[in-house]
């Protein structure tokens, strides 16, 4: 019925007629519920549509589910699982308006129906037309619920913290049922039965049974009162209910329904409890006599059946009769005598139920096991189980069946229970029960069935294992739930029962697996807040084993007052706890691992039942020890569980036992360590055994042992756990011996090590307080210094300092951890096989966490102990300084890392390496060879190993490694490392120079640049990465090809790289960084560098003083002071900060300066002698040192300019002293400035014209020298600099314009002819500059005059026959080298001071320039210029047998022409384009009117020439300005507008003579040595460039250079111009002369090139349009020429003709022999087309004249002779 609003007054009786009914229908039936309408909601199309942004997903938007939405989709979404099918990373809240309802159909009311119509409603068809709609409107708020909800109630109604308000709007959380099994354990109490009545079928029920409801009832009895309140109500009902009813279908016999029911079980259900089912005929009219329900049958389901809880579906036979007394015990299937039933007894309801409880496994297996020890706690003989009955005889037998079958348990419900089911196997274990007055032991049985139940949970959590393989549920069982049976631990004062974890690191689940070791090493200070009881255990303990779980009793603060410590005192055990476990053990009747003791903490029963009570940690061991194979391996599978269960037991049993203050050799008995030490032995070997095997369980295994030493270190006595380890040790390396991969057993036990190594009294477990020898006085006075020092000078050196800084057996012996990581370190860098670069990077990484833990450690944070820490890694200085020659070499240039040693070597010959661990012959090779040795003296003490090559560490490697070095450096006490360096020997001590040299160049500052070069190759990495993925995925790259590659990649443990450990994850992994980093990250990452670059170099320069403060009284100071400068001038040198660069200068001037007192340098006497080397011998370092001090003057901070002003200054002031004359430092500064100019190009001239102003000063006010000529020789020196500075200028001005920059430094260079010092310095910053820009060649240019510089200066010294004689030597290499032939006596004098006095004016600097020349002819691909330099080195190389060198010049000889074979044909290899390039404009200024060849690089475009010449000139001039002249004519200057610059620019080709092609046979030869170009022009009488074939004219221009190319600039300007111009007719003959040749190389090209030759082919038979071979001879040879001066030209092009047809028909003939048979159609045409060319030249070519046949009349021209031809001189 459908009333209009509007019709409210004419139908008001009407309405209030429904409403009284209304009310009289739900007074009546209000109870009653009947299923009226149902919709439908999407929620995958709701979650997905919120989460996006270009929708209204507010709270007040509203939104219609549609569920065509879903239709609209793919059909591959819709395969795809609910769970996946949406994200709710973007769900967002959302109203939405349901409109669409359907009227519930009495006679469809199964599940089976309505997912028919859901799959309806997915694709709408014509069945949902016939669906009844409701008109109805719902709305309802969805959103994301919250991590933390409040007001929030849990599945039974409980309120959830935080619950603020109990009058709050509830929020309810819903118990899922997921459609996958889900395994976790049960961690609060939980006992709900679902209840789902499906059907009824009362259609033989005789009667009024039409309108059915069905009353569900939990019954604890049979008494109708004894209803019980657990069904949960309805949302505006009560919390619980004692009934509820079913929907009502009216008039349906057989109703279906789809209520559900939940119930809350009783925690304890009994046989009685059973749900009652009371079927209800409802009357809807009201009747006189017929009641409002009338009973029509009765069922019920008994709860428990034998012991388990019934749940599942049920079928049940309906009772017409109410069900007799003692029914609830029976089933409704048992048939009861007197009592009716519908249709015969048969099932007509059914039901179904399900539980979700903490309480009832609902496994049989589980059942049967809970129930039989349940009996065995209780003592209830006898039991009924199922149908027997078990007594105490049959007892023990059920229960190690039952134990047996828990294998067979469902995964789900045993992970469930799995903390229940393993506390009962531990009580098992430990309390062994007593049947019949006899102890039964079950340990063997509980044991096997454990290691069962382990392994079950491993395999169902197989997917949420850790890193380390370890199940997080198995972890947290360990870590929460475990204790041991009936000893709860109670503190004083009341406290709440503690929670105990293992002794290990991060490894609970309490801890986030990310921290870091070197965190978890700040965790040792103790809490003051923490108030305990006097008299009680060691709080300190105590708060550990609660909370984290580490032993701290022997922390380093509290070491003096352990036992056995120098304030140890004798403590008086409790009373409770003074039983003497040895007579426990003498008092067990059979062979246990543990005391039998009597239980006095089990509760009081009625009556006194006797118990034994084991340890379980004693019991594991004994067990795991003497188990079977079966066990034992599903033991190892998971041997962590059981070591950190055992370890825990360990700790429970000492603090509740009060055994904390036991010596720890007492704490526990020598059986159960027996029991430890086999077991550790036989885990042990399997690790060896399954290396090789099972390499991940063997991963697995050594960590577990590892962190289970680990433990025990904090636990028992700590002697016994290094014999164990030393026992490990010794297995591992017996085997080493036979193994086929020891990479794979030295990782293993290099991650045994390092986990050892973790823990957090490491430290204190080296014994850091007795040093073997400590230093003679920790703050030496000057005498003991000058006593210590002397060491040095005697060569005597100290045993006992020598053995803190080697791996000796004392040092292994008292730092027995610290000794077996650095003797792993040492062991890893020796190995050659494959994995060793894992090896390195495993045992660098674990020094360096170790390392990092130490620096973060509050506890070592003063200096005095950091420097006892320090002692623990001295031994690493000479394992590095042994290892130099297999670091990665940061510095540049090769041979940059022994370079030092080997200078210190040459000074000492015959003296070996007394003391050392390295033989001379060894230390010679570290010297001196490339070879480095790898091995050192034997580890074990043997004798020392034959020195070897070993495998190189990589670059991330090596820092490590050295920041590792730097650390103990910084950190030890200086006084020790002064009496070290005074006991090396001299290589040893350059060794240890050379590693010094290393650190700085390893750490160098890179700046900010750097990491952005660096963010970009990672990006480009991550696309490489994808491009190999979409190759992968489009099949072009196979899968066997991808595997082979990624094998080769691959170390024994799979890729490796980037890996950081830490404790609480043993495997290696990846790290996660992003491929792209933010501008904050970058120039964070960028400070940070900086910080570490400025700390390693200062921490470098203190090591450098204590050097130097060793040796000054040395015999050998000069060597090893000029060895430790030349590390300074390289740290000077670098990028560098502020604070570095005061400290460095003023340590160079404490060493160059002989007056300083700092370092007393040149006291007794003996003073003055290593100024006097560094400035009359050491040339090179003086030229170093200017450079580096001129650099630094040129600053832009003024301290830095200050300090370099004053070393400068006092550099000259010191040579001055020694001569009255400084003339080689003002020759090294001014080389030094050119250099710096030349090369550096952001060089400040402002700021170094300051300094240079600041050192002028100083001369003037230097009293000491005021009555000398100092001061004038200072002004003169700066006037000099001055003048540099200014050429400076221009060169800035010009430097983007490579040409006039080259320009300039070729005029600055020919300016010093007379310095020849200067001029070198110059040809070298030239040679820096092509070199940058990539021209090779002429950078090899200057560095091949260069070196005719020095041969011109070394031939005036002395004659010697394996040297150049000067610049002549050089004419084969270059023609224009006899310009440095200038240098000769009248200008030069060898003698004079200060002149040649660089380190390239000698035989070994002319050999380095020559190989750097070889070089860069190498990169330019000059290869036969590269032989004409090794004819003149290797005179040289062979006059000082320098063999190797001559291998290796040999070896790139060899090199040189085999590249010169594979390209000979030129083709290959481009060796530049040659441009010519007219400048014409005042503009210009010098330039003007000028002509230049230029030389680019290869296959250049004329426009890219001209773009880049009118872009760089426009941008100087200004727009309009500059203009290209496009043609090659000759320029008219007159016609030119004087306010522009014009530029003209003509391709030009190499051009050579008759007589000159002779010499000049390969490409090389036409390539190199040029001075004669040419370029043709086309023009016509009228003007034009091109006309018709009677009028074409051209142009030849020969223009000649000033010096052939390459020469050391790149353009070159033109000397002399010579133009000629040709007639038509010979145009002509040069045109068929071309076609010939181009006829001719295609035809005997060999290999023959088919492509080639058919296209030659195809232009000169082929049909043309105009200017074909026939027009040319149609226009020349169609009449003889009336001018007998071009008879001969006639005559010359009809024999070019003959020679082009006879070259037609050889192609025609080779193409043949060429092509296939497809071809054959083309062949014929250009036979045909080579048959009609030759039909219509035959007449042209026969005609004769006979006037040639006459002698030559004096008139005529000889037009082919060079001479006759018109000419026009430039």
């Given at each position: 019925?459908?009333?209009?609003?509007?019709?409210?007054?004419?139908?008001?009786?009407?309405?209030?007629?429904?409403?009284?009914?209304?009310?009289?229908?739900?007074?009546?039936?209000?109870?009653?519920?009947?299923?009226?309408?149902?919709?439908?909601?999407?929620?995958?199309?709701?979650?997905?549509?919120?989460?996006?942004?270009?929708?209204?997903?507010?709270?007040?938007?509203?939104?219609?589910?549609?569920?065509?939405?879903?239709?609209?989709?793919?059909?591959?979404?819709?395969?795809?699982?609910?769970?996946?099918?949406?994200?709710?990373?973007?769900?967002?809240?959302?109203?939405?308006?349901?409109?669409?309802?359907?009227?519930?159909?009495?006679?469809?009311?199964?599940?089976?129906?309505?997912?028919?119509?859901?799959?309806?409603?997915?694709?709408?068809?014509?069945?949902?037309?016939?669906?009844?709609?409701?008109?109805?409107?719902?709305?309802?708020?969805?959103?994301?619920?919250?991590?933390?909800?409040?007001?929030?109630?849990?599945?039974?109604?409980?309120?959830?913290?935080?619950?603020?308000?109990?009058?709050?709007?509830?929020?309810?959380?819903i118990l899922e049922f997921p459609a996958r099994e889900v395994y976790a354990p049960h961690t609060s109490y939980r006992s709900l039965l679902y209840v789902y009545p499906h059907s009824l079928n009362f259609s033989s029920r005789q009667g009024s049974v039409r309108n059915l409801a069905v009353r569900v009832q939990y019954m604890a009895g049979e008494d109708p009162s004894q209803a019980l309140p657990v069904i949960f109500g309805k949302s505006s009902c009560s919390e619980f209910t004692r009934e509820a009813f079913t929907p009502v279908v009216y008039h349906n016999k057989s109703p279906e329904f789809y209520e559900e029911f939940k119930l809350r079980l009783p925690a304890c259900v009994t046989e009685n409890h059973h749900l009652l089912f009371t079927f209800y005929h409802v009357s809807c009219q009201p009747r006189p006599g017929t009641a409002l329900e009338t009973p029509v049958g009765f069922t019920w389901i008994p709860l428990l059946q034998h012991g388990r809880l019934r749940t599942g579906p049920f079928c049940l036979p309906v009772s017409v009769d109410q069900p007799p007394p003692s029914y609830s015990v029976l089933t409704p299937?048992?048939?009861?005598?007197?009592?009716?039933?519908?249709?015969?007894?048969?099932?007509?309801?059914?039901?179904?139920?399900?539980?979700?409880?903490?309480?009832?496994?609902?496994d049989p297996h589980l059942d049967k096991f809970f129930t039989l020890v349940h009996v065995l706690e209780e003592g209830a003989f006898p039991f009924r189980l199922k149908d027997a009955v078990l007594s105490e005889g049959t007892v023990e037998q059920e229960l190690r069946a039952s134990l047996a079958a828990l294998r067979l348990a469902s995964p789900e419900p045993l992970v469930a229970f799995s903390h229940h089911v393993l506390d009962k196997l531990v009580r098992l274990v430990v309390r062994p029960p007593v049947i019949g007055g006899q102890i039964v032991n079950l340990g063997r049985g509980a044991f096997e069935a454990m290691a069962h139940v382990v392994s079950l949970v491993h395999r169902s959590l197989e997917g949420a294992q850790d890193t380390r393989g370890h199940c997080p549920l198995l972890a947290a069982y360990v870590y929460y739930a475990f204790r041991l049976p009936g000893t709860e631990p109670s503190l004083p004062g009341g406290a709440p029962p503690v929670t105990v974890q293992p002794a290990t690191l991060a490894r609970g689940p309490g801890r986030p697996a990310s921290l870091y070791l070197a965190r978890s090493k700040s965790i040792s200070s103790s809490n003051p807040d923490l108030a305990v009881a006097p008299g009680s255990v060691d709080d300190e303990v105590s708060r550990i084993l609660a909370s984290k779980?580490?032993?701290?009793?022997?922390?380093?603060?509290?070491?003096?007052?352990?036992?056995?410590?120098?304030?140890?005192?004798?403590?008086?055990?409790?009373?409770?706890?003074?039983?003497?476990?040895?007579?426990?053990?003498?008092?067990?009747?059979?062979?246990?691992?543990?005391?039998?003791?009597?239980?006095?903490?089990?509760?009081?029963?009625?009556?006194?039942?006797?118990?034994?009570?084991?340890?379980?940690?004693?019991?594991?061991?004994?067990?795991?020890?003497?188990?079977?194979?079966?066990?034992?391996?599903?033991?190892?599978?998971?041997?962590?569980?059981?070591?950190?269960?055992?370890?825990?037991?360990?700790?429970?049993?000492?603090?509740?036992?009060?055994?904390?203050?036991?010596?720890?050799?007492?704490?526990?008995?020598?059986?159960?360590?027996?029991?430890?030490?086999?077991?550790?032995?036989?885990?042990?070997?399997?690790?060896?055994?399954?290396?090789?095997?099972?390499?991940?369980?063997?991963?697995?295994?050594?960590?577990?042992?590892?962190?289970?030493?680990s433990d025990l270190l904090s636990l028992v006595d700590r002697g016994f756990v290094f014999s164990l380890v030393r026992a490990l040790y010794k297995q591992v390396a017996t085997r080493l011996q036979s193994a086929p991969n020891p990479a794979v057993l030295l990782t293993l036990r290099m991650d045994f090590t390092r986990i050892l190594c973790s823990h957090e009294h490491y430290v204190t477990l080296n014994l850091p307080c007795c040093p073997l020898s400590p230093p003679a006085s920790p703050s030496p006075s000057v005498s003991s210094t000058a006593s210590q020092s002397s060491t040095f000078s005697s060569q005597a050196p100290d045993p006992k300092v020598i053995s803190m800084f080697e791996l000796s057996g004392p040092f292994r012996q008292q730092h027995f951890l610290a000794g077996l990581l650095l003797t792993e370190l040492a062991l890893a860098m020796e190995p050659e096989a494959e994995g060793a670069s894992l090896l390195h990077k495993k045992a660098i990484c674990a020094v360096h966490t170790l390392l990092c833990s130490h620096d973060a450690d509050p506890r070592y944070a003063e200096a005095t102990v950091k420097a006892r820490v320090a002692e623990l890694y001295l031994p690493l200085l000479s394992l590095s300084r042994d290892t130099l020659p297999r670091l990665h070499d940061f510095a540049e240039g090769p041979g940059q890392r022994s370079r030092l040693a080997s200078m210190l070597d040459s000074d000492t010959e015959g003296e070996g390496d007394a003391g050392g661990t390295i033989n001379p012959s060894v230390a010679m090779a570290i010297a001196g060879g490339p070879l480095a040795p790898g091995s050192r003296a034997s580890i074990s003490q043997g004798p020392a190993t034959a020195a070897r090559s070993g495998y190189a560490l990589s670059a991330e490697s090596s820092r490590t490694l050295l920041v590792c070095v730097l650390w103990v450096l910084k950190n030890a006490e200086p006084a020790l490392l002064q009496r070290w360096a005074a006991d090396l020997t001299l290589p040893q001590l350059g060794r240890v120079l050379d590693l010094l040299y290393l650190c700085l160049a390893a750490f160098e500052y890179k700046g900010k640049k750097a990491f952005e070069r660096i963010n970009s190759l990672t990006f480009k990495k991550s696309l490489d990465m994808k491009a190999r993925l979409e190759e992968a995925i489009l099949g072009t790259i196979g899968a066997r090809q991808e595997m082979v590659r990624r094998s080769r990649e691959r170390s024994p443990f799979g890729n490796q790289e980037n890996v950081r450990w830490r404790k609480s994850i043993t495997h290696w992994r990846q790290t996660s960084d992003r491929v792209d980093k933010t501008k904050d990250e970058m120039e964070h990452e960028a400070l940070v560098d900086g910080n570490l670059a400025t700390e390693a170099s200062l921490v470098v320069l203190d090591t450098l003083e204590i050097i130097v403060q060793t040796v000054m009284l040395s015999e050998a100071r000069e060597s090893i002071l000029g060895a430790v400068l030349k590390v300074v001038l390289y740290s000077l040198g670098s990028a560098q900060s502020a604070l570095f660069l005061q400290h460095g200068l003023a340590t160079q001037r404490a060493l160059v300066s002989k007056g300083e007192a700092h370092w007393c340098l040149f006291h007794l006497g003996r003073g003055g002698q290593f100024p006097e080397l560094l400035f009359e011998e050491d040339t090179e370092l003086c030229a170093d040192l200017c450079l580096r001090l001129l650099r630094h003057c040129g600053s832009r901070i003024s301290a830095i300019r200050t300090h370099a002003s004053a070393s400068l200054y006092l550099l000259m002031r010191q040579n001055f002293e020694i001569g009255n004359n400084f003339a080689r430092v003002k020759m090294q500064v001014t080389m030094s400035l050119s250099s710096l100019v030349g090369t550096t190009q952001n060089f400040s001239e402002e700021h170094l014209r300051r300094s240079l102003k600041t050192i002028l000063t100083y001369a003037e006010e230097d009293v000491g020298l005021r009555d000398s000529t100092f001061a004038e020789q200072v002004q003169d020196l700066m006037f000099n600099l001055h003048m540099i500075l200014t050429d400076t200028v221009k060169m800035k001005e010009h430097q983007e314009d490579p040409e006039m920059l080259i320009d300039l430094m070729y005029r600055i260079a020919r300016g010093y002819q007379g310095s020849p010092d200067l001029r070198l310095t110059w040809l070298q910053n030239m040679a820096g500059k092509h070199a940058e820009l990539g021209n090779h060649a002429e950078a090899a240019q200057c560095m091949v005059h260069a070196a005719a510089l020095v041969a011109e200066y070394l031939a005036l010294l002395e004659d010697s026959r394996h040297l150049p004689v000067g610049c002549v030597s050089f004419q084969n290499i270059s023609s224009n080298v006899l310009e440095e032939s200038a240098i000769s006596d009248d200008i030069l004098s060898p003698d004079e001071e200060g002149f040649c006095s660089g380190k390239h004016f000698t035989e070994m600097g002319l050999v380095g320039l020559l190989e750097q020349a070889a070089v860069y002819f190498t990169m330019g691909g000059l290869y036969e210029a590269v032989n004409e330099v090794y004819k003149t080195l290797i005179p040289i190389l062979e006059a000082h047998r320098d063999y190797k060198k001559l291998a290796a010049v040999h070896g790139k000889l060899q090199e040189?022409?085999?590249?010169?074979?594979?390209?000979?044909?030129?083709?290959?290899?481009?060796?530049?384009?040659?441009?010519?390039?007219?400048?014409?404009?005042?503009?210009?200024?010098?330039?003007?009117?000028?002509?230049?060849?230029?030389?680019?690089?290869?296959?250049?475009?004329?426009?890219?020439?001209?773009?880049?010449?009118?872009e760089f000139y426009t941008e100087r001039f200004g727009e309009d300005v500059v203009e290209i002249i496009k043609d090659s004519n000759p320029v008219d200057k007159t016609k030119l507008d004087p306010q522009k610059a014009y530029i003209q620019i003509t391709y030009v080709e190499p051009h050579f003579d008759t007589y000159e092609l002779k010499d000049r046979v390969t490409y090389f030869d036409r390539n190199y040595g040029l001075r004669t170009f040419l370029f043709c022009t086309p023009f016509t009488p009228d003007g034009r460039a091109h006309g018709e074939l009677p009028e074409q004219h051209k142009r030849k221009t020969l223009l000649s250079t000033a010096h052939a190319f390459p020469y050391i600039k790149t353009r070159i300007r033109v000397c002399h111009r010579e133009e000629t111009v040709l007639t038509p007719v010979e145009v002509a003959i040069e045109d068929m002369q071309k076609k010939t040749r181009e006829l001719a190389f295609a035809t005997e090209q060999d290999p023959p090139d088919a492509k080639m030759l058919q296209m030659v082919l195809q232009g000169s038979v082929g049909p043309t349009v105009n200017q074909g071979p026939l027009e040319v001879a149609q226009v020349f040879l169609a009449e003889i020429p009336e001018d007998p001066k071009l008879f001969r030209h006639h005559n010359k092009l009809r024999l070019c003709f003959k020679?082009?047809?006879?070259?037609?028909?050889?192609?025609?003939?080779?193409?043949?022999?060429?092509?296939?048979?497809?071809?054959?159609?083309?062949?014929?045409?250009?036979?045909?087309n080579y048959s009609r060319l030759r039909e219509a030249l035959q007449p042209l070519l026969t005609q004769r004249l006979p006037q040639l046949l006459a002698p030559n009349t004096a008139g005529l021209r000889n037009s082919l002779n060079r001479a006759s031809f018109r000419k026009t001189d430039l």
């Amino acid at each position: 019925m459908v009333m209009k609003e509007a019709d409210t007054a004419k139908n008001k009786e009407k309405l209030e007629k429904l409403r009284l009914a209304a009310e009289q229908f739900c007074t009546r039936l209000g109870r009653y519920r009947m299923p009226f309408a149902w919709t439908a909601v999407h929620l995958a199309n709701i979650v997905s549509s919120a989460g996006q942004p270009d929708r209204d997903s507010d709270s007040e938007g509203e939104r219609r589910p549609a569920w065509t939405d879903r239709r609209r989709r793919g059909p591959q979404d819709r395969t795809s699982s609910g769970d996946d099918a949406c994200s709710f990373s973007g769900f967002r809240p959302a109203t939405l308006t349901v409109t669409n309802f359907f009227k519930q159909e009495a006679e469809r009311l199964s599940d089976e129906d309505l997912f028919k119509f859901l799959a309806d409603m997915r694709r709408p068809t014509s069945l949902l037309r016939r669906l009844r709609p409701v008109t109805a409107q719902l709305k309802i708020d969805i959103s994301p619920a919250p991590e933390n909800p409040h007001f929030c109630l849990s599945p039974e109604l409980l309120h959830v913290k935080p619950y603020p308000d109990p009058r709050g709007r509830p929020t309810k959380e819903i118990l899922e049922f997921p459609a996958r099994e889900v395994y976790a354990p049960h961690t609060s109490y939980r006992s709900l039965l679902y209840v789902y009545p499906h059907s009824l079928n009362f259609s033989s029920r005789q009667g009024s049974v039409r309108n059915l409801a069905v009353r569900v009832q939990y019954m604890a009895g049979e008494d109708p009162s004894q209803a019980l309140p657990v069904i949960f109500g309805k949302s505006s009902c009560s919390e619980f209910t004692r009934e509820a009813f079913t929907p009502v279908v009216y008039h349906n016999k057989s109703p279906e329904f789809y209520e559900e029911f939940k119930l809350r079980l009783p925690a304890c259900v009994t046989e009685n409890h059973h749900l009652l089912f009371t079927f209800y005929h409802v009357s809807c009219q009201p009747r006189p006599g017929t009641a409002l329900e009338t009973p029509v049958g009765f069922t019920w389901i008994p709860l428990l059946q034998h012991g388990r809880l019934r749940t599942g579906p049920f079928c049940l036979p309906v009772s017409v009769d109410q069900p007799p007394p003692s029914y609830s015990v029976l089933t409704p299937d048992v048939a009861l005598p007197g009592m009716r039933w519908v249709d015969g007894h048969k099932g007509v309801f059914s039901v179904e139920l399900t539980a979700v409880s903490s309480v009832h496994p609902q496994d049989p297996h589980l059942d049967k096991f809970f129930t039989l020890v349940h009996v065995l706690e209780e003592g209830a003989f006898p039991f009924r189980l199922k149908d027997a009955v078990l007594s105490e005889g049959t007892v023990e037998q059920e229960l190690r069946a039952s134990l047996a079958a828990l294998r067979l348990a469902s995964p789900e419900p045993l992970v469930a229970f799995s903390h229940h089911v393993l506390d009962k196997l531990v009580r098992l274990v430990v309390r062994p029960p007593v049947i019949g007055g006899q102890i039964v032991n079950l340990g063997r049985g509980a044991f096997e069935a454990m290691a069962h139940v382990v392994s079950l949970v491993h395999r169902s959590l197989e997917g949420a294992q850790d890193t380390r393989g370890h199940c997080p549920l198995l972890a947290a069982y360990v870590y929460y739930a475990f204790r041991l049976p009936g000893t709860e631990p109670s503190l004083p004062g009341g406290a709440p029962p503690v929670t105990v974890q293992p002794a290990t690191l991060a490894r609970g689940p309490g801890r986030p697996a990310s921290l870091y070791l070197a965190r978890s090493k700040s965790i040792s200070s103790s809490n003051p807040d923490l108030a305990v009881a006097p008299g009680s255990v060691d709080d300190e303990v105590s708060r550990i084993l609660a909370s984290k779980g580490i032993d701290r009793s022997h922390s380093w603060v509290n070491a003096a007052y352990a036992p056995g410590g120098s304030k140890a005192v004798l403590r008086r055990a409790p009373p409770y706890c003074g039983a003497d476990p040895r007579q426990a053990i003498d008092r067990s009747s059979s062979r246990t691992s543990s005391c039998l003791e009597s239980s006095s903490s089990s509760p009081p029963t009625t009556q006194p039942r006797p118990t034994v009570q084991k340890l379980l940690h004693e019991e594991l061991a004994l067990q795991w020890v003497v188990s079977g194979s079966a066990v034992r391996e599903a033991v190892l599978q998971h041997a962590w569980f059981f070591f950190q269960l055992m370890v825990k037991s360990m700790m429970l049993h000492l603090l509740l036992g009060q055994k904390l203050d036991t010596p720890r050799k007492l704490r526990f008995p020598g059986r159960f360590l027996d029991d430890i030490a086999a077991l550790v032995g036989s885990v042990g070997l399997e690790v060896i055994t399954r290396v090789h095997k099972d390499a991940e369980l063997a991963e697995r295994l050594n960590a577990s042992l590892a962190f289970f030493l680990s433990d025990l270190l904090s636990l028992v006595d700590r002697g016994f756990v290094f014999s164990l380890v030393r026992a490990l040790y010794k297995q591992v390396a017996t085997r080493l011996q036979s193994a086929p991969n020891p990479a794979v057993l030295l990782t293993l036990r290099m991650d045994f090590t390092r986990i050892l190594c973790s823990h957090e009294h490491y430290v204190t477990l080296n014994l850091p307080c007795c040093p073997l020898s400590p230093p003679a006085s920790p703050s030496p006075s000057v005498s003991s210094t000058a006593s210590q020092s002397s060491t040095f000078s005697s060569q005597a050196p100290d045993p006992k300092v020598i053995s803190m800084f080697e791996l000796s057996g004392p040092f292994r012996q008292q730092h027995f951890l610290a000794g077996l990581l650095l003797t792993e370190l040492a062991l890893a860098m020796e190995p050659e096989a494959e994995g060793a670069s894992l090896l390195h990077k495993k045992a660098i990484c674990a020094v360096h966490t170790l390392l990092c833990s130490h620096d973060a450690d509050p506890r070592y944070a003063e200096a005095t102990v950091k420097a006892r820490v320090a002692e623990l890694y001295l031994p690493l200085l000479s394992l590095s300084r042994d290892t130099l020659p297999r670091l990665h070499d940061f510095a540049e240039g090769p041979g940059q890392r022994s370079r030092l040693a080997s200078m210190l070597d040459s000074d000492t010959e015959g003296e070996g390496d007394a003391g050392g661990t390295i033989n001379p012959s060894v230390a010679m090779a570290i010297a001196g060879g490339p070879l480095a040795p790898g091995s050192r003296a034997s580890i074990s003490q043997g004798p020392a190993t034959a020195a070897r090559s070993g495998y190189a560490l990589s670059a991330e490697s090596s820092r490590t490694l050295l920041v590792c070095v730097l650390w103990v450096l910084k950190n030890a006490e200086p006084a020790l490392l002064q009496r070290w360096a005074a006991d090396l020997t001299l290589p040893q001590l350059g060794r240890v120079l050379d590693l010094l040299y290393l650190c700085l160049a390893a750490f160098e500052y890179k700046g900010k640049k750097a990491f952005e070069r660096i963010n970009s190759l990672t990006f480009k990495k991550s696309l490489d990465m994808k491009a190999r993925l979409e190759e992968a995925i489009l099949g072009t790259i196979g899968a066997r090809q991808e595997m082979v590659r990624r094998s080769r990649e691959r170390s024994p443990f799979g890729n490796q790289e980037n890996v950081r450990w830490r404790k609480s994850i043993t495997h290696w992994r990846q790290t996660s960084d992003r491929v792209d980093k933010t501008k904050d990250e970058m120039e964070h990452e960028a400070l940070v560098d900086g910080n570490l670059a400025t700390e390693a170099s200062l921490v470098v320069l203190d090591t450098l003083e204590i050097i130097v403060q060793t040796v000054m009284l040395s015999e050998a100071r000069e060597s090893i002071l000029g060895a430790v400068l030349k590390v300074v001038l390289y740290s000077l040198g670098s990028a560098q900060s502020a604070l570095f660069l005061q400290h460095g200068l003023a340590t160079q001037r404490a060493l160059v300066s002989k007056g300083e007192a700092h370092w007393c340098l040149f006291h007794l006497g003996r003073g003055g002698q290593f100024p006097e080397l560094l400035f009359e011998e050491d040339t090179e370092l003086c030229a170093d040192l200017c450079l580096r001090l001129l650099r630094h003057c040129g600053s832009r901070i003024s301290a830095i300019r200050t300090h370099a002003s004053a070393s400068l200054y006092l550099l000259m002031r010191q040579n001055f002293e020694i001569g009255n004359n400084f003339a080689r430092v003002k020759m090294q500064v001014t080389m030094s400035l050119s250099s710096l100019v030349g090369t550096t190009q952001n060089f400040s001239e402002e700021h170094l014209r300051r300094s240079l102003k600041t050192i002028l000063t100083y001369a003037e006010e230097d009293v000491g020298l005021r009555d000398s000529t100092f001061a004038e020789q200072v002004q003169d020196l700066m006037f000099n600099l001055h003048m540099i500075l200014t050429d400076t200028v221009k060169m800035k001005e010009h430097q983007e314009d490579p040409e006039m920059l080259i320009d300039l430094m070729y005029r600055i260079a020919r300016g010093y002819q007379g310095s020849p010092d200067l001029r070198l310095t110059w040809l070298q910053n030239m040679a820096g500059k092509h070199a940058e820009l990539g021209n090779h060649a002429e950078a090899a240019q200057c560095m091949v005059h260069a070196a005719a510089l020095v041969a011109e200066y070394l031939a005036l010294l002395e004659d010697s026959r394996h040297l150049p004689v000067g610049c002549v030597s050089f004419q084969n290499i270059s023609s224009n080298v006899l310009e440095e032939s200038a240098i000769s006596d009248d200008i030069l004098s060898p003698d004079e001071e200060g002149f040649c006095s660089g380190k390239h004016f000698t035989e070994m600097g002319l050999v380095g320039l020559l190989e750097q020349a070889a070089v860069y002819f190498t990169m330019g691909g000059l290869y036969e210029a590269v032989n004409e330099v090794y004819k003149t080195l290797i005179p040289i190389l062979e006059a000082h047998r320098d063999y190797k060198k001559l291998a290796a010049v040999h070896g790139k000889l060899q090199e040189a022409f085999t590249k010169i074979m594979h390209q000979s044909s030129g083709w290959e290899r481009v060796f530049g384009t040659y441009f010519r390039v007219g400048f014409y404009g005042s503009r210009f200024g010098d330039l003007d009117e000028q002509e230049f060849v230029y030389k680019e690089p290869s296959i250049t475009k004329l426009a890219e020439i001209s773009h880049r010449l009118e872009e760089f000139y426009t941008e100087r001039f200004g727009e309009d300005v500059v203009e290209i002249i496009k043609d090659s004519n000759p320029v008219d200057k007159t016609k030119l507008d004087p306010q522009k610059a014009y530029i003209q620019i003509t391709y030009v080709e190499p051009h050579f003579d008759t007589y000159e092609l002779k010499d000049r046979v390969t490409y090389f030869d036409r390539n190199y040595g040029l001075r004669t170009f040419l370029f043709c022009t086309p023009f016509t009488p009228d003007g034009r460039a091109h006309g018709e074939l009677p009028e074409q004219h051209k142009r030849k221009t020969l223009l000649s250079t000033a010096h052939a190319f390459p020469y050391i600039k790149t353009r070159i300007r033109v000397c002399h111009r010579e133009e000629t111009v040709l007639t038509p007719v010979e145009v002509a003959i040069e045109d068929m002369q071309k076609k010939t040749r181009e006829l001719a190389f295609a035809t005997e090209q060999d290999p023959p090139d088919a492509k080639m030759l058919q296209m030659v082919l195809q232009g000169s038979v082929g049909p043309t349009v105009n200017q074909g071979p026939l027009e040319v001879a149609q226009v020349f040879l169609a009449e003889i020429p009336e001018d007998p001066k071009l008879f001969r030209h006639h005559n010359k092009l009809r024999l070019c003709f003959k020679d082009f047809c006879k070259k037609c028909e050889d192609a025609l003939r080779k193409n043949k022999a060429l092509i296939g048979p497809d071809q054959k159609e083309y062949h014929r045409e250009l036979e045909r087309n080579y048959s009609r060319l030759r039909e219509a030249l035959q007449p042209l070519l026969t005609q004769r004249l006979p006037q040639l046949l006459a002698p030559n009349t004096a008139g005529l021209r000889n037009s082919l002779n060079r001479a006759s031809f018109r000419k026009t001189d430039l």
